[in-house]
């Protein structure tokens, strides 16, 4: 069981790690956008980094929603692809058919038969008794506590 926690871990380490770093890079890029222009221009070096925080996000919106309008186009290209095909089946049929199917599980009397055989299986459990989760509390304590 160690070994399948083990195999989900280092991806999601490697995985947690590649986003810090992107995430890291991405705040530099910003800041010293921000500090280029506030050698450029003539604004304090805050403004500088709200400005090039605009500029970041605005270009990413604009990418998103780019990807967003190509995939948008791929799927309607893929649906006028499809074509289903019109059957001349009616309804009256298609009941037909769930008749006989519903008809070759049995009858109501068998279910009830296999539900009595359930229920005379199981043995109820009084508040009082220890509970089956073997912590050696009682029932209402433990795991039959409201």
Do not use: W
């Amino acid at each position: 069981m160690l070994k399948n926690a083990e195999s989900i871990i280092y991806p999601g380490l490697l995985i947690g790690l590649a986003l810090c770093v992107g995430i890291f890079l991405v705040s530099l890029g910003v800041v010293g956008l921000g500090y280029t222009l506030h050698g450029m221009f003539s604004i304090s070096l805050f403004q500088g980094i709200i400005v090039s925080l605009a500029v970041t996000c605005f270009s990413g919106l604009t990418l998103s929603i780019f990807l967003l309008a190509r995939n948008l186009r791929k799927t309607l290209e893929h649906f006028s692809v499809l074509q289903l095909e019109d059957t001349e089946e009616t309804d009256e049929e298609d009941y037909e058919d769930y008749d006989e199917d519903y008809d070759s599980y049995g009858d109501e009397s068998d279910l009830n038969e296999f539900l009595k055989k359930i229920n005379k299986s199981r043995r109820s459990m009084t508040m009082n008794e220890l509970c089956s989760c073997g912590s050696g509390l009682k029932r209402k304590d433990c795991c039959g506590k409201f």
